[in-house]
Nanobody, 123 residues
Framework: QVQLVESGGGLVQAGGSLRLSCAASGRTFGSYAMGWFRQAPGKEREFVATISWNGDNTYYADSVKGRFTISRGTAKNTVYLQMNSLKPEDTAVYHC????????????????WGQGTQVTVSS
């Protein structure tokens, strides 16, 4: 059974930092692209960042570019999201995702989703 389990969310003040982690299991993810999406209350799920299977290519939403950094662990079945200079508008449930296709920006891209971890940024 494939599972993507996120951790690292929490409550932080504006300007602070958090590091999200996602551990994938149930199959080999070395050839899978991975990424992060988020969903704020009352809004649709949106793209945040994705990374290619080998880590060579990364993509970011304009709203997080320069503040967030996506990376993969050496075992390739983990993905991280370092979030700096957080803003109240970053408040959302952050979902890990994985896909056998090259990274894309839409919510139809993932083959697998995690349950999500809550990030709350206070002003």
């Amino acid at each position: 059974q494939v599972q993507l389990v996120e951790s690292g969310g929490g409550l932080v003040q504006a300007g602070g930092s958090l590091r999200l982690s996602c551990a994938a299991s149930g199959r080999t993810f070395g050839s899978y692209a991975m990424g992060w999406f988020r969903q704020a209350p009352g809004k649709e799920r949106e793209f945040v960042a994705t990374i290619s299977w080998n880590g060579d290519n990364t993509y970011y939403a304009d709203s997080v570019k320069g503040r967030f950094t996506i990376s993969r662990g050496t075992a390739k079945n983990t993905v991280y999201l370092q979030m700096n200079s957080l803003k109240p508008e970053d408040t959302a449930v952050y979902h890990c995702a994985a896909a056998s296709r090259a990274p894309r920006y839409d919510t139809t891209w993932p083959d697998y989703w995690g349950q999500g971890t809550q990030v709350t940024v206070s002003s």
